[in-house]
């Protein structure tokens, strides 16, 4: 599955929050990239707000637009808020699992950790980044990919109590999804009700 590749910092500056970790650049460059970034800007239109907060929700887990649109669709028929199901499908994505989990620095990392097989679900490997984490389910560390310096460097220091609904067990390396995240429980700024009225359209 195809993904951006592309320079990170200058997406960050794009929407002014360091979307993809901590950033330097950023800090320095708090202002939109290109030849006119730090020059006045026009008013942006309705639609104009709306798409840039649903690129700021695809940029920041990874997710492309088809996939998007897909997990929209879902969020859509199933019980609930919209906007809060659509987050909620995306925290269960297996790649911001193994993030959260604090097993890689970025969902990036955590992304090609999956694809690389170093990742388990209930003890069996799973490749597939995009796969739906459920609530009961444990996810860890492949055993020959323990000592991995990447995995060993984002555990280092990682507070797993910020995110009250995966339980750790630094035994094992690995962490069971107690439950989908209440919105509340979501720490990304993202306005989930501007996609949905943009979708909506």
Do not use: C
Request: hydrophobic fraction near 35%; glycine fraction near 8%; charged fraction near 30%.
């Amino acid at each position: 599955m195809a993904r951006y590749t592309g320079p990170k910092t200058r997406i960050a500056r794009k929407f002014g929050e360091a979307i993809f970790g901590p950033d330097k650049v950023l800090s320095k460059k708090n202002y939109p990239p290109g030849q006119h970034g730090n020059a006045r800007k026009r008013k942006t239109s309705e639609y104009g707000i709306q798409l840039r907060e649903k690129q700021k929700a695809k940029y920041t887990y990874g997710v492309l637009e088809k996939q998007f649109r897909n997990l929209f669709e879902k969020a859509s028929r199933s019980k609930g808020i919209t906007g809060e199901v659509l987050l909620q499908l995306l925290e269960g994505r297996l790649d911001n699992i193994v993030f959260r989990l604090g097993i890689a620095p970025t969902r990036a990392a955590a992304r090609q950790l999956v694809s690389h097989r170093h990742v388990t679900v209930d003890g069996k490997v799973v490749n597939i980044p995009s796969y739906t984490v459920k609530a009961g389910q444990v996810v860890g560390v492949r055993e020959r990919s323990k000592s991995l310096e990447i995995v060993a460097e984002a555990l280092s220091g990682f507070n797993h109590s910020k995110y009250p609904w995966i339980e750790w067990d630094s035994a094992t390396l690995s962490g069971k999804l107690l439950h989908l995240p209440e919105r509340a429980d979501i720490p990304e700024n993202i306005k989930e009700q501007l996609i949905v009225e943009l979708y909506s359209k």
